[in-house]
Structures are given as C-alpha cells and as structure tokens.
C-alpha cells in the first residue's frame, strides 16, 4: 500500500489499524461510561472523599472562634496574634537581659515567679541564657480550654540559643546555628468582669504605666507589653 509515496507494508497497515480501532473502542467506551449513571455514582463517591476532611478542618476552625467569643465576647484575634508576638518579643529580651521585670505587666503571679527564680539564680551566677529572636514566623490558636477560661497559642520563630559566662565566653549552645523553634503558650482571661485598673511601674525608669495605656512608658519610652482585657500569660514552654 503507498500513503504520500511511502511504501507501507501490508502488515504494518494491519498493526496500525488495530492500534486505531482499539484506541477509538477505548475513547467510545470512556465516553458511554461518562454519559452513564455509573459515571456519575463514581464520581460523588471521589469527590465526598476528596473534600471530607476540609470541610471538617472548617467545622473545627469555626468551632474554635465560637469558643473563644464564649470567653471573652469582644476577642479580636488578628489583635491578640499581634500581641503573641510583643510576648514573646519581651520574654527573650527578659531572659536575654536577666531583666525579669520586663515581664510583670503580661504574666500571672505563677509564671512570674518561676521566670524570677530563673533570671534571678542566672544572674547570681553570672550566667547570660540569650534568646536571641532572629525572626518571628507566626502563631495560631491550637486550643481552647473553656473550662479554664484559657487559650493555648502556638508561635514559631528562628533564634539563636545560647548561654554566656561572666567573661562572654560560650557555655552551650550556638552562636550560629539558627534553630526554628516552636513555643507553646498558654493565655488565661482572668476570672471576673472588673476593669482592669492596675498600674505597671515602668521596669526601665519606674514611673507608673496604665495597663490599658499604650505599650510605651511616657517617661523613658521603653516598650511595655500588656495584653488587653485582663488576658494574661499562664504558660510559656519550648516544644
Ligand atoms: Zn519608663
């Protein structure tokens, strides 16, 4: 057989005759398959599977806002994500300072003694455990405990961790190796409607700071982290 002046041998014609016809016969049957009813159960079937799991990651977000609104009505959690951060900002600065007053304005009573302890046995012994937050990478809500009026935060940041002697020579850990670490922690809207009207001594110059005021000391300009409507840290813990 000649095809545009090519030769083709007769066998050959036959092999790509049958290709054709068994590829058109596939073609058909995918068509009458689509246009069947078999068609259209296969295809609800993949697609519930498919799309189960989001709409449930959904429900449980959706859930989540509703419980936090149950604690405190007026949350405004773009805000409080924002304020994570300045904790968590002021936390690696009090640790990497040995300056535990920088945490009095944001912790509960407990949490501030045990970072106390902490800062106050390193600075006995001339011990530097720096923090040194290199980059914030976010937080999420992960929790709400509703029985505790609590809120369990997630937040990421690359740090450098390490701890300095007296002399500024290495104890442990790394100058250089920047570690992607992740924090929980733990926030607890105190108990009771009452306005917050406590003031916060200025942990720089010790003039009087209004919680409810803006977070930078009128007198001296050092930052003063306070989180709103009497939500304070209760846990603070390297995952
Ligand atoms: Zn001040």
């Known amino acids: 057989m000649e095809i545009f002046g090519v030769k ?10 049958a290709i054709l016809g068994i590829l058109g016969g ?4 995918t068509w009458r398959f689509k246009m069947s009813a078999f068609y259209w159960i296969y295809h609800t079937i993949r697609k519930a599977l498919k799309e ?7 429900f449980k977000e959706y859930r989540m806002d509703d419980d936090i609104q149950k604690i405190d009505e007026n949350f405004d959690k773009a805000d409080f994500l924002k ?12 640790m990497s300072e040995n300056e535990h007053r920088l945490l ?10 045990r970072h106390k302890g902490q800062i106050e046995y390193n ?5 530097k455990d720096v923090h040194k937050l290199q980059e914030f ?4 809500f992960v929790q709400v405990k509703m029985e505790q009026n ?6 990421r940041a690359n740090m450098f961790r390490y701890k300095l002697n007296k002399n500024g020579s290495l104890l442990s850990g790394s100058q250089s190796d920047l570690r992607k670490l992740i924090y929980q922690m733990i926030f607890v809207k105190q108990a009771g409607q009452k306005e917050v009207d406590e003031r916060v001594n200025c942990p720089n110059c010790g003039a009087p700071h209004e919680v409810h005021s803006a977070g930078i000391c009128q007198y001296c300009g050092t930052m003063i982290v306070t989180l709103k409507d009497n939500w304070l840290l209760d846990d603070l813990k390297q995952m």
């Open 52 to 58: 189960e799991p989001l709409e449930e990651m959904d």
């Open 123 to 127: 600075k006995k012994a001339q011990i």
């Open 8 to 17: 083709i041998p007769g066998d050959l014609m036959i092999v790509i005759l």
């Open 150 to 155: 609590k809120l369990v935060v997630e937040a």
């Open 83 to 94: 304020t994570v951060e300045n904790v968590l900002r002021q936390y690696c600065k009090a």
């Open 137 to 140: 990478l976010g937080a999420k």
């Open 104 to 113: 009095l304005s944001f912790e509960t009573p407990n949490l501030f003694q």
């Open 26 to 29: 596939i073609k058909y049957l």
